[in-house]
C-alpha cells in the first residue's frame, strides 16, 4: 500500500456503539489502522475495538502467502462472528 488514506475511525465507531471487532485484509491493513488511529485516539470506544487480522487477498507474493484454501477458513471467521453478535442482538431484543 502506498498513500494510503484512513477512514475517520474515531468519528466512525462512536456512532456505531455495537462494533466491537475490526477486521483487516492482511497486516499491512492492520498496522495502517493502528498507526492512523493511535495518532488521534480520542475515544474511549476505538480502545475498546478488537482487530482481527485476516491473510491478505492480494495475489503479490509475500513472506506467508498461502493458497486460497488455506486462506477461506480464516476469512469464515467474519462469518461466524457475526453470525454469533447476530444471535446475541436477537436473544437481548427477545
Known amino acids: 500500500m502506498k498513500n494510503e488514506m484512513a477512514n475517520d ?25 493502528k498507526k492512523k488511529s493511535n495518532r488521534k485516539r480520542s475515544s474511549n470506544t476505538l480502545s475498546a475495538i478488537h482487530s482481527i487480522r485476516l491473510p491478505s487477498t492480494s ?6 502467502v498461502g493458497s486460497f484454501d488455506e486462506k477461506v477458513p ?14 446475541a442482538d436477537r436473544s437481548y431484543e427477545g
Do not use: C, S
Request: hydrophobic share 45%; aromatic share 14%.
Open 74 to 87: 480464516e476469512w469464515k471467521t467474519i462469518r461466524d462472528l457475526a453470525a454469533v453478535a447476530l444471535q
Open 59 to 64: 495475489p503479490t507474493p509475500g513472506r506467508h
Open 9 to 33: 475511525f474515531v468519528t466512525f465507531f462512536p456512532r456505531h456503539p455495537k462494533l466491537r471487532r475490526a477486521a483487516f485484509n492482511g497486516a499491512k491493513a492492520e498496522a495502517a489502522f
